[in-house]
C-alpha cells in the first residue's frame, strides 16, 4: 500500500484476491471491514446486521440497525 519493499513483507491471499504488505497495520486498513457507525476497523468478532458490519452492539444501535428482524449475529 505504500510502496514499500521490505525484506520481510508478507503476501495474503483470499479468493482470487492476492497483495503483498510491510506491515500489519498496512494489511489490516485494505483488508479489515471497517463499522458502518464510527468507521473503526473491525479486528475479530463484530456485530453484523444483515449487510452492515459494527464494531460493537453499541455502534448497531446509534445506527438504527440494533433491532433487525433477521437478528443479529456475531461475526466469525
Same mark, same amino acid.
Given at each position: ?64 440497525? *440494533?433491532?433487525?428482524?433477521? *437478528? ?5
Amino acid at each position: 500500500m505504500c510502496g514499500n519493499d521490505y525484506a520481510r513483507s508478507f503476501t495474503i491471499t483470499r479468493d482470487d484476491r492476492s497483495r503483498t504488505y510491510d506491515s500489519l497495520e498496512c494489511a489490516i486498513t485494505d483488508w479489515a471491514p471497517a463499522c458502518g457507525n464510527c468507521g473503526c476497523r473491525v479486528l475479530g468478532h463484530g456485530v453484523e446486521v444483515e449487510d452492515a458490519v459494527f464494531c460493537c452492539q453499541h455502534c448497531a444501535d446509534a445506527a438504527g440497525r *440494533g433491532r433487525s428482524p433477521h *437478528g443479529i449475529r456475531p461475526r466469525s
